[in-house]
Every structure is written in structure tokens, then in C-alpha cells.
């Protein structure tokens, strides 16, 4: 989003030499997007940022799917995917399982405790909310320091890595797009400011702190990017370090949100999930549900009415509190539920009615809505409940 921000040391005009303190040049580095017609930033290294001497294939963890066929609505339990300490020795990058995929996006989860290598994704921007523990987010524009509810929004090709801390694991939710990420248009300017109606602003955005100097030879980065069949990864061998960035400025870099810091959208009768909007990338957008008090119209019903997804599927991941319109369906904290385009859904057998009268909802979630359908990862098949698609049914 078009927010400008400055770190360190640049020149007063851009494009003009920067001089290291010894007379010697810094290097100059556009990273823009669009073919230099939108967001950029300038970075300025101390050593020639496209240099390689090595690269190798770095094959990736399993990006295979399947379709979901017979089409039905899925329950899938991650935290079953990392059993007993196997976080130990995972790290946020490499250890990703995925879960669910299109052309347009791909949903992972991963639970981490080791440092993970150097990495960026020339696909297109990440998406990375952390269900809980904490992390130092290390990348070429700085750090960030992260935790419990933070959405860790990293634009394409930013290389970074992941360095959990403390003595529990990193649980991340990692929303990988094929597109740009940005906050939801319709609360934007035409100039990219956040309007007045927005559930966040500005404020509320934690950008790096840095600049981050590293110094050290050869390293190696590995890059996920386009390729035959889908997603493939690349392992570079880099002669110098790559946060060796002495200063950047612009309006192109990774920042935090809080999901603690947005603004709930409340009526008298229930709020579609537009209401809940946060981010959108191409063919996908990101919402959340959120503590929050509900409906007060003397007749409202608090629970979502049911309702068929005609353009989409819906993904929720329940992260926190106790959703109401899933109790007695087994979902719990660390569940996704899939609720495929095609197939009319709504709240459990008799939350309906409970839900009549209630004022406030501790619940929270992340819901990704795709407008193309969904196929099954490996952490998918891994994970699933294969009761779930018949709860409806059982009163």
C-alpha cells in the first residue's frame, strides 16, 4: 500500500550516487512492482545484490493436490500435524505442509522451532498469521518482531527468514499468494490512504526497524518461483550476505497488523462477511471474525443464516474463543473448516436457536474465500475429520 516509509541511510535525491564512507559506491536496488507502474522501494547494499555463484534445485515439501471429490464440505484438524516435538526441529520456510491450493493461492501450516535458511517467494506476496508463539522476522528492510495474532504481510521477493523465540512453537498459517496482497480496496483512497469507514488505519501498521547489517561470505537463499507444472524452488549460493542494506525508502516493504487492532463492523441484524474484510489478492480476499458484540434488533438471529456459496469457497481457520455457529461439530482451536462453492452451509443443528438473545461473540477467526475452487494438499488428507460432512444431519 502506498504508505512511505524511510530506515536508514540514503541519498537526498534518488538515482544520484551514495558514497560509503571509504569513497566507494552503494549499490542501488528497485524493487517495484508491476513493471515499475505501481508500489517500489529503493535499497541500497553494500555489495551487488544480483550477484550468484552457485544455484541448485531445492525441492520443495509436496504442493500436490487433489480435487474435492465427491464435493463436500471438510473439517481439518492442524494441529494434528505436528505431533508431540516435532516442531523442534521445523523451520517456518521448509516445514510448511500444504493444506489447501488453486492457481490463485496456497494455504500451509506449519509449527516451527528452528531458524529457517534465507528464502523469498517470486510467486507473489505472503500472507503469514501467527496463531501463537513468538518470532523475529529478519529480512533485507529490517526486522519485525512478531507474535499472537499478528498478520506478517511479506511482499513478493522480499528475502527474509524466520527466527522463532522462547520456548514454545511458532504456530503460522501461511496464505500464499499468486498476486499482490493489499488491504481490502473499498477502504482505500484513490491514493492508497485508509479511509474513515476502514476497521484499521496507519496506525495500527508496525513496518521493519533496521536496517539489518550482516556481515559474512557465501550463503545460500532459497527461492520458491514459477516453473513447469506449477511451483518450483531454486537454491542460490550468494557470494556476500543479503541484508547488507544500508538504508532504503519507499512505499513497497513487509509490515505487521494486529488482529487485536481491527475494528469490528456490527448491525442491528447480522453482517455478511464483507463486513469482515481485511486483505484481498487476486481471486481471493481475507476476512476475520473477531470479538465482538452482535445483532440488536429485538428479532435478530446472531448466527450466520445458511447460505450457498455460489462464486466461492470458504476456508476458516478458528484461532481463538469458542465459534458459536460450529459448537457440536468438533471444530475447535487450530480446526479449519472448507465449505466448497456448490454446497448450501450454515450454523450446527441448534445453534440457531441458541444463539437467539446473545450480545457478544468471543470468537475468532480467519476466513480466505477463493473464486476459484480449492483442491486438497497432502496436510489436508493428513489432518481430516471425515465425520464432518454429516453433522448437519445429527440433532
Known sequence: MAYYRQLGSVPRKRHTQHRTPEGGLYYEELMGEEGFSSDSSLLYHRHIPSAVTAA????????????NLPLLPRHLKLHELFPGEEWKAADAVTGRRLVLGNA???????AAGAPSAL????????????????????????????????????????????????????????????????PARRYLSKFGQLLEHAPFCERDLRGPEGPLLVDGGEVEVLVKHRGPGGVVGTRY????????????????????????????ITGRVHQPPPAHQVFEGNNFVICNFVPRKVDYHPLSIPVPYYHANVDSDEVMFYCGGDYEARKGSGIGQGSISLHPGGHTHGPQPGAYERSIGAEFFDELAVMVDTFRPLELGEAATASEDPNYAWTWARR
Not at 541448485?56 to 480435487?67: D, G, K, R
Not at 490463485?104 to 506449519?110: E, G, L, N, Q, T
Not at 549460493?237 to 469490528?264: K, M
Open 237 to 264: 549460493t550468494v557470494p556476500h550476505h543479503p541484508f547488507d542494506v544500508v538504508g532504503w525508502d519507499g512505499c513497497l516493504y513487509p509490515y505487521a497488523f494486529n488482529v487485536a487492532d481491527y475494528e469490528p
Open 56 to 67: 541448485s534445485v531445492w525441492e520443495l515439501p509436496s504442493q500436490a493436490t487433489t480435487a
Open 104 to 110: 490463485d493461492v496456497r494455504i500451509s501450516y506449519v
Open 119 to 182: 528464502y523469498r517467494n517470486g510467486l507473489g506476496d505472503e500472507c503469514v498469521y501467527v496463531e501463537s508463539g513468538t518470532a523475529v522476522l529478519e529480512t533485507v528492510f529490517g526486522t519485525l518482531e512478531v507474535g499472537q495474532g499478528d498478520y506478517v504481510l511479506i511482499p513478493r521477493a522480499t528475502t527474509h527468514r524466520w527466527v522463532p523465540t522462547g520456548d514454545a512453537p511458532l504456530r503460522a498459517y501461511c496464505i500464499e499468494a499468486n498476486s499482490h496482497i493489499t
